[in-house]
């Protein structure tokens, strides 16, 4: 059992539960960057994908649930953040998504379902909607398809203890930890610029998809997650109500419930 870590105060002193010792690790070559990888188990393959300014150990809390229900798991660090590098090019969603598949070509993994959070949610619809073959389906998290999905942003300690956190693991990872900074700017252009998806984009996306919202969410707005039901083909919502943008670290049973009950209970 997971205490609660609501205020985030555990995962700004500590960070998440360390992951365990994969099976397999390294890096692949591509578009410019090395990304970092780490594989755990053998079964159906669920793939992690991480928020912006944050990286593959943020699921520590949820990697070996999924492992004791005999998930194949595996975690990324996207280009530029945790372990993974990144070069001149300018941050993109796409180019992210293009990053997953290139892990999975090296995992020999034809398929495999995408969990985001946040950023990684983005690299998860872009690579179900680019490569539809890929994918067997969605989890998306807390986060948006186009700029009216956003709330004003409003700093608050949860944030800021989030924020030290990211900065701290950036240091002890990145090969280039002295340029947290410049990092953090380079995300956050995208962030503000990406992604813009229109209706008729969302509507040609027909792997599954659930939609999860947190009650508390910082960042999204209510009304965003019901036009992307509305709005994807084969997509449904779910509620976690008594959390924010950073559930899988708030009240990691919850999540990992409501997540759980996505990978076993696949809808067409």
Same mark, same amino acid.
């Given at each position: ?25 390294? +890096? ?6 090395? *990304?970092?990888?780490?594989? &755990? ?5 669920? *793939? ?7 990286? %593959?150990?943020?699921?520590? +809390? ?25 070069? $001149? ?28 959070? %946040?950023?990684? $949610? ?51 990872? %990145? ?21 813009? &998806? ?15 919202? $947190? ?11 019901? &036009? ?12 976690? %109500? ?24 696949? +809808?067409?």
């Amino acid at each position: 059992m997971y205490d609660h870590d609501d205020d985030l105060r555990k995962f700004e002193a500590e960070g998440a539960k360390p992951l365990p010792t994969p099976n397999q690790r390294g +890096y692949v070559e591509h578009d410019g960057a090395s *990304i970092w990888y780490a594989s &755990y188990g053998t079964g159906d393959p669920v *793939i992690l994908l991480h928020g912006g300014l944050g990286h %593959s150990g943020n699921w520590g +809390y949820q990697v070996p649930d999924l492992l004791e229900h005999n998930y194949h798991v595996v975690v990324i660090d996207s280009r530029g953040h945790g372990r993974s590098t990144r070069d $001149a090019q300018a941050y993109s969603y796409t180019r992210m998504a293009t990053d997953v598949a290139a892990v999975m070509d090296t995992l020999d993994l034809a398929r495999a379902n995408l969990i985001g959070w %946040s950023d990684g $949610a983005v690299i998860a619809l872009e690579l179900a909607k680019t490569s539809p073959e890929r994918v067997k389906s969605v989890f998306f998290f807390g986060c948006n398809v186009d700029p009216s999905g956003t709330k004003a942003f409003e700093n608050s300690p949860v944030i800021e203890r989030c924020f030290s956190r990211h900065a701290k693991d950036y240091a002890a990872l %990145s090969t280039t930890p002295e340029q947290f900074d410049e990092f953090v700017s380079a995300v956050n252009l995208m962030m503000e610029t990406q992604p813009n &998806y229109a209706a008729q984009d969302l509507v040609q996306i027909h792997v599954p998809v659930t939609v999860a919202y $947190a009650e508390l969410d910082e960042f999204i707005r209510p009304e965003h997650a019901e &036009y992307l039901v509305q709005t994807l083909p084969n997509a449904r919502l779910v509620h976690l %109500s008594g959390v924010s943008h950073f559930a899988p670290l708030q009240r990691p049973e919850q999540f990992n419930r409501v997540l759980l009950e996505f990978l076993e209970d696949k +809808y067409e």
